[in-house]
């Protein structure tokens, strides 16, 4: 079990860039990967990157592959999201989640959700 905090969202143009941040308090967290995750208006949740729990393994959803990248520093208990080129669909709200282990980075693998930020991308 795991308790995340996510924060970094935000307001931007397109073509802007925002790094979100979530916090993870895990007992187990050199051993759990970890996700982020993206949800707009009439849309399910969708996988945007997921990163395995010694960084050497990540996914990346094909709308965001060469602009967004994951990354995790398992010291400072933190996973990142850097987000540049952003566009009007990247537009949700953005959850990160823990799992033991991810294999597609669906959202259904992941069992622990930190409460969301926003991103809004608008001219």
């Known amino acids: 079990q795991a308790q995340l905090v996510e924060s970094g969202g935000g307001s931007v143009q397109p073509g802007g860039s925002l790094r979100l941040s979530c916090v993870v308090s895990?007992?187990?967290?050199?051993?759990?990967?970890l996700g982020w995750f993206r949800q707009a208006p009439g849309k399910e949740r969708e996988g945007v990157s997921c990163i395995s729990s010694s960084g050497i393994y990540t996914h990346y959803a094909d709308l965001v592959k060469g602009r967004f990248t994951i990354s995790r520093d398992n010291a400072k208990n933190t996973v990142y999201l850097q987000m540049n080129s952003l566009k009007p669909e990247d537009t949700g709200v953005y959850y990160c989640?823990?799992?033991?282990?991810?294999?597609?980075?669906?959202?259904?693998?992941?069992?622990?959700w930190g409460q969301g930020t926003q991103v809004t991308v608008s001219s």
């Open positions: 989640a823990a799992t033991a282990l991810f294999r597609i980075c669906d959202a259904d693998e992941f069992h622990d």
């Open positions: 895990a007992l187990t967290l050199d051993y759990t990967d």
